[in-house]
């Protein structure tokens, strides 16, 4: 295992979710064209953990439920450790291929078979799939609401996108 790669890609995810909450900041806090810098970066790193750590304890918890529902007696400890399994061996391997399968193999060490991890894991991916379908229903709607106009090219995208995802969740 190569910590060091594991954690430059890890802090690579961390950086994008601080520089878009850097962004944001700064559009919230402009007076007068002054920024406050260190309000920016402190809002960042702390949205970047907060959203790291979000990320892990729901989906360790969704995996705990997911296999408690087939029987399996899996601890808050246990469920964390399949999340933060998948979260370091996506981090270290060639276009993240290398998370499920870890996670898999700790279940099963952990007695768990392998078609109940299967698809827990499975169920654990198509509820993110399905919580990301909804947000773009959600983006979608306020698009007139805050009426955003988007170049014909975009819209193109934007539906090409959501009738992969609406494909995929239905």
């Known amino acids: 295992v190569n910590t060091r790669k ?4 890890a802090g ?20 007068l064209s002054a920024i406050d810098w260190r309000m ?3 809002s960042a790193i702390v949205a970047g953990i907060a959203m ?6 729901s989906e360790g918890l969704n995996l705990g439920i997911l296999l408690k529902a087939m029987g399996h007696k899996v601890s808050f400890a246990q469920g964390m450790k399949y999340a933060y399994m998948g979260f370091f061996f996506s981090s ?8 499920q399968p870890m996670q898999l193999y ?16 499975l169920m654990e991916l198509a509820s993110f799939q399905a919580m990301a379908f909804l947000f773009e229903l959600f983006a979608v709607a306020m698009i007139p609401v805050l009426g955003i ?8 995208l934007v539906v090409a996108g959501f009738i992969m995802n609406a494909a995929f969740v239905a």
């Open 6 to 9: 594991w954690m430059v890609n």
């Open 12 to 31: 690579i995810r961390a950086v994008k979710t601080m520089a878009q909450t850097a962004v944001a900041v700064m559009g919230t806090s402009t007076v």
């Open 40 to 42: 920016v970066l402190s």
């Open 52 to 57: 790291a750590g979000a990320f892990n304890l």
């Open 92 to 99: 270290i391997t060639p276009s993240s291929t290398g998370g």
């Open 106 to 121: 700790a279940m099963k060490k952990d007695g768990i078979d392998l078609s109940h991890g299967s698809l827990a894991l």
């Open 149 to 156: 106009s988007l170049p014909a090219t975009i819209k193109i």
